[in-house]
């Protein structure tokens, strides 16, 4: 059964850290795109952060760039997001998913992600 589970989702201070997991089994993990979405009360998805197949290519949203960084362990099959400078406005619930296309060229749009996990829960308080 392919999926993929998030983790590291909480409770904390604007301005502090928090490093979000994305476990994914399976399907090869070095052969997809993966990327983080989120997701706030009342909002559209929308996505943060992708890695293209290879950890080459990577794209991050304007609103997180120089704050968040996407990173990966093949040998783990595990997706990361470190979040920093953490802001109220990146509260929300986090997802991450796979693409069969291995690529990242921008804004990732929902539609192209095949598996999905069931999301982690980020909230920063102000």
């Known amino acids: 059964q392919s999926q993929v589970m998030e983790s590291g989702g909480g409770l904390v201070q604007a301005g502090g850290t928090l490093t979000l997991s994305c476990v994914a089994s399976?399907?090869?993990?070095?052969?997809?795109?993966m990327g983080w979405f989120r997701q706030a009360p009342g909002k559209e998805r929308e996505g943060v952060s992708c890695?293209?197949?290879?950890?080459?290519?990577?794209w991050h949203a304007d609103s997180v760039k120089g704050r968040f960084s996407i990173s990966e362990d093949n040998a783990k099959d595990t997706l990361y997001l470190t979040m920093s400078s953490l802001k109220f406005e990146d509260t929300a619930m986090y997802y991450c998913?796979?693409?069969?296309?291995?690529?990242?060229?921008?804004?990732?749009?929902?539609?192209?992600?095949?598996?999905w996990g069931q999301g982690t829960q980020v909230t920063v308080s102000s």
């Open positions: 998913a796979a693409s069969f296309t291995g690529t990242c060229s921008g804004s990732p749009h929902p539609s192209e992600f095949a598996y």
């Open positions: 399976g399907f090869p993990f070095d052969r997809v795109a």
């Open positions: 890695i293209n197949w290879a950890g080459t290519i990577s």
